[in-house]
C-alpha cells in the first residue's frame, strides 16, 4: 500500500484539471472513538503506542493482531490509519447532508482489516467505518468489490444483516489470498442471502468481466434497492499487474465504475489494491474522469513524474493477454446461475424502520438478527435451506452442467 500511487494519482489528476470539477476538501483525521466503533479497543491501543523502536516490547501481541510480514510495524502507523478512515467517514456525512452525490477517497478501500487483527496490508478498515456511518441515515447500502482480492473484512462485518448487501468479484481457488469468498458464503442469521460471491479464475478478460459484472449488479440493485453505495476500485485486478492475474484494461475496469454510477445513487468510491504504481494512478485518474464525466486525451500530460510511464507515456496502456483466460463461457455461466438463484431467495428490499441509531451501531446491527432467528424455521427457511444443500452438491461436480444455455459474453 504504497503511498506513492496516491501521490502519482494526484499529480495526474491535477495535470488533467479534474480537480476543477469537484470539490476538494482535507478531511480531518478519524478519532478513537470513531475508530472503535467498529475495532477493539485493544487492538486500537496496540496501534497506538507501536512503533519499529518499541516494537520488541509488543512482541507478543503480533500474533494476536496478526501484524508481521504482510502487516508490518512502521512510523506513524496509527495517524496513517486516522487519516484515510477520517476520508472515508467524512465522504459518507457529505453523502448524508446532501453535500455530494458522488464521493472519492483513493486513499481508502483497506478492506481486509479485521474488528481484531490487521490483515493484508489493511489495519482499519475504513469502509466499514464508512458504511456504519452511512447506515446512520440510509435505511439499505450496498457494497461492491473489484479487487483482485475478496472483501473478506467488509462482508465478516456485516455477515448477520440485511442492512448491507456485499458482492465481491474476485480470484478464488481455495489458497489464494484471503482464502474466503466461495459463492457459498451468502450471510448468516437475519443477513443470509444479502452477501454475494463472485469467484473467478485466473485470466479474466474485458469482455467477460465487464457482462459478468453488469449482469450481477443490474439483478443486485434491481432487488435489494439500496440507498447508498460504496464502491471499492482496487487496481490489483488489472492485467500485468505485479500481484495479479487478471488480464482486465483500465476502460474495463472503469466501466465497472460508469455502470455504477448510472444508478444515481449516492455513492462513496475507494481505492484498494494495485501492486504497479503506474498502472494504478492511470487507473484511478481515468476513473475518476468517469465519475466527473470528462473525457481525458490518452496522450499523459507534463509532470514531475512522466518518467514512471514510460515508454508510451500513455493513460491506456496494452494490459490484456498476459495470463491465460480460464473462465469459459460454461463456467461464467455457471457462476451468473448461481448468484440470480440466490437473488431470488432474497426478500424484496427489507423495509426498515428509521430510528436514531445507538452509539454502538455493531452492537445494534447485532441485535437485528436476534429479532428475526425465528425465519430459519419457517417454511421459506427450510426451503433456503435444501436449495443450499443442492448448491454444495452441484457446484463444481460436473463441467457438464447448466451447458444447455449458452451466452456470448464477447458480446
Known amino acids: 500500500m504504497k503511498p506513492h500511487r496516491l501521490t502519482l494519482t494526484n499529480h495526474l489528476v491535477l495535470k488533467y484539471g479534474l480537480h476543477e470539477k469537484m470539490e476538494i476538501f482535507q478531511p480531518r ?30 512482541e507478543k501481541l503480533f500474533h494476536r493482531f496478526n501484524v508481521g510480514d504482510d502487516c508490518p510495524i512502521f512510523d506513524g502507523i496509527y495517524d496513517f490509519c486516522q487519516r484515510y478512515a477520517g476520508a472515508s467517514i467524512e465522504a459518507s456525512r457529505k453523502l448524508i447532508s446532501d453535500g455530494a452525490d458522488i464521493c472519492i477517497n483513493w486513499s481508502g478501500g483497506l478492506h481486509h482489516a479485521k474488528k481484531t487483527e490487521a490483515s493484508g496490508f489493511c489495519y482499519v478498515n475504513d469502509i466499514v467505518l464508512g458504511i456504519l456511518e452511512l447506515l446512520r441515515y440510509f435505511p439499505r447500502v450496498l457494497y461492491i468489490d473489484i479487487d483482485l482480492h475478496h472483501g473478506d473484512g467488509v462482508q465478516e462485518a456485516f455477515y448477520s444483516t440485511d ?125 475518476t474522469s468517469v465519475l466527473v464525466d470528462t473525457e481525458l486525451s490518452e496522450n499523459l500530460p507534463p509532470n ?70 425465528a425465519v430459519s424455521d419457517s417454511v421459506r427457511g427450510k426451503e433456503r435451506r435444501a436449495l443450499s444443500r443442492r448448491y454444495r452438491e452441484d457446484w463444481y461436480d460436473d463441467e457438464e452442467d447448466n451447458d444447455d444455455q449458452w451466452m456470448d459474453v464477447d458480446g
Not at 489470498?177 to 457459498?184: A, Y
Open 29 to 58: 483525521k478519524a478519532t478513537d472513538d470513531e475508530i472503535r466503533n467498529f475495532h477493539s479497543e485493544d487492538y486500537v491501543e496496540f496501534l497506538k503506542r507501536v512503533t519499529p523502536d518499541n516494537a520488541e516490547h509488543y
Open 163 to 287: 442492512r448491507v448487501m456485499t458482492v465481491s468479484l474476485h480470484k478464488y481457488n481455495g489458497d489464494f489470498f484471503p482464502g474466503t469468498g466461495h459463492i457459498d458464503e451468502i450471510g448468516s442469521s437475519l443477513g443470509k442471502y444479502y452477501s454475494v460471491n463472485v469467484p473467478l479464475r485466473d485470466g479474466i478478460d474485458d469482455d467477460a468481466y465487464v457482462w459478468l459484472f453488469k449482469e450481477v449488479i443490474d439483478a443486485v440493485i434491481g432487488t435489494y434497492q439500496p440507498s447508498a453505495i460504496v464502491l471499492q476500485c482496487g487496481a490489483d485486478s488489472l492485467g500485468c499487474d505485479r500481484l495479479g492475474c487478471f488480464n482486465l484494461s483500465i476502460r474495463a475496469h472503469g466501466r465497472c465504475v460508469q455502470i455504477v454510477k448510472d444508478f444515481k445513487i449516492p455513492l462513496m468510491v475507494v481505492g484498494g489494491g494495485g501492486y504497479t504504481v503506474r498502472n494504478v494512478a492511470r487507473c484511478w485518474t481515468y476513473e
Open 304 to 373: 514531475e513524474y512522466r518518467e514512471f510511464f514510460k515508454p508510451d507515456y500513455k493513460l491506456h496502456p496494452d494490459l490484456k493477454g498476459r495470463v491465460e483466460n480460464q473462465n469459459d463461457k460454461r463456467y461464467l455461466l455457471k457462476v451468473r446461475e448461481r448468484v440470480m438463484e440466490q437473488l431470488r431467495y432474497l426478500d424484496a428490499a427489507p423495509s426498515i424502520q428509521m430510528q436514531e441509531i445507538p452509539p454502538d451501531i455493531q452492537g445494534f446491527l447485532d441485535g437485528e438478527g436476534e429479532q428475526r432467528d
